[in-house]
């Protein structure tokens, strides 16, 4: 399957406004006392961002059994364990790449961990440079803003199908989940050295030798409709993959695409051992 290295992305270049409006509707939802006075505060607002974890939405999900030290030759057994490595890391960072019939249609990064001071963080830029930002805070449910389609920082109620994929650690674990679970013609095609490009908030370039594995899997790949201000999801129901997993049973990166050019590049960073 043809791939391209993503290019570098520069997380300095996001703008401070989404933050700030995020850290007030953080302060905000803490103290006011009641349901009604941290509604109205995300309601008006119109900035966002930056973030932390107390319990990722999806570790409410019964975990995956464990398979242990799996022969990398046993691609299921050993394609469980990234799973469930990537489930268990306290920290997790991630960059990417979309393609629609072969052409770049968007790019960003996502991240969830103990250190941020909310749950998940997703940035997301368009193929038309439309900026757009994501949140899940604790408390509080998911939160977008976007720099066209949205008036300010809109609290996502009740939120939709494509509204918990992006805007939850859902984005982050759903993707290797629905692989590991309907991967059709799995195959260890051997070993290969796998360099990921600088990720978000300054991680550095990293080269990692890793098992690449191939098949095919039913996709989801998120999107942003600029029009009507809403979250997508599109079903993918026949995308090859290469997956590189490295020796230590880190997810490193993942490719996938149809036949009609449409699909994602993950880079997997920040996996804490």
């Keep these: 399957m043809p791939f391209t290295e993503p290019a570098e992305q520069d997380p300095s270049a996001r703008p401070d406004w989404p933050l700030t409006m995020l850290m007030v509707v953080a302060c905000l939802a ?92 997703h940035y997301h830029r368009t193929g038309k440079d439309v900026e757009v930002f994501r949140y899940e805070l604790a408390g509080t449910g998911y939160l977008m803003t976007a720099e066209k389609g949205l008036d300010g920082l809109t609290r996502l109620e009740p939120p939709t199908e494509a509204d918990r994929w992006l805007c939850s650690v859902e984005f982050l674990l759903g993707t290797l989940d629905a692989l590991v679970e309907s991967a059709v013609g799995l195959e260890l095609m051997g070993t290969e050295e796998v360099r990921l490009p600088r990720g978000p908030e300054g991680i550095p370039a990293s080269t990692h030798t890793a098992y690449r594995y191939s098949g095919s899997f039913p996709a989801s790949m998120g999107g942003y409709d600029t029009d009507t201000g809403h979250n997508t999801l599109t079903r993918l129901p026949d995308a090859e993959f290469d997956l590189w997993v490295d020796e230590d049973g880190h997810p490193r990166r993942l490719s996938y695409e149809t036949a009609d050019g449409d699909g994602e590049t993950y880079d997997y960073h920040a996996v804490a051992d």
Excluded at 67 to 91: N, V, Y
């Design 30 to 121: 803490i103290i006011a006392s009641g349901w009604g006075v941290s509604r109205s505060a995300l309601d008006g607002g119109s900035h966002g961002t930056p973030a932390s974890v107390e319990e990722p939405s999806p570790q409410a999900r019964p975990p995956r059994e464990q398979p242990g030290d799996a022969d990398p030759a046993d691609a299921e057994a050993f394609l469980e364990g990234a799973a469930e490595e990537l489930k268990t890391s306290p920290s997790v960072q991630v960059s990417y790449t979309q393609h629609t019939q072969g052409r770049e249609s968007g790019r960003g990064w996502a991240r969830a961990g103990e250190d941020l001071d909310v749950e998940f963080e």
